[in-house]
């Protein structure tokens, strides 16, 4: 069993900046790869940035390329996901999530991360 808490979020202009955390617990076989998510009203969920555990491999999504980073603490456990340059598009609940899996290329299928946060969420205002 995998526990996931975020925290961090909060309501920020544009162009600021806010850090997300993820403290995980449980299995850490069931933490190979980790990634955050995020889902605006009335959207579909949208995969934001993923690391693999093991070898720190890193995929983000095309839209937070370049000003979202994501990175981890092992000895606390924490998943990082540090967002700069905030725009009105990515206000959002943000979530982390854990998976088992581990692939060579490419990260994990939205369906292959069993464990989930309640979510944090971030307003950026224009």
């Known amino acids: 069993q995998v526990q996931l808490v975020e925290s961090g979020g909060g309501s920020v202009q544009a162009g600021g900046a806010l850090r997300l955390s993820c403290a995980a617990s449980?299995?850490?076989?069931?933490?190979?790869?980790m990634g955050w998510f995020r889902q605006a009203p009335g959207k579909e969920r949208e995969r934001v940035a993923n690391?693999?555990?093991?070898?720190?491999?890193?995929y983000y999504a095309d839209s937070v390329k370049g000003r979202f980073t994501i990175s981890q603490d092992n000895a606390k456990n924490t998943l990082y996901l540090q967002m700069d340059s905030l725009k009105p598009e990515d206000t959002a609940m943000y979530y982390c999530?854990?998976?088992?899996?581990?692939?060579?290329?490419?990260?994990?299928?939205?369906?292959?991360?069993?464990?989930w946060g309640l979510g944090t969420q971030v307003t950026v205002s224009s």
């Open positions: 449980g299995y850490t076989g069931s933490r190979k790869s």
């Open positions: 690391m693999y555990t093991i070898d720190d491999r890193i």
């Open positions: 999530a854990a998976s088992g899996i581990w692939y060579r290329l490419g990260w994990p299928s939205d369906l292959e991360y069993k464990y």
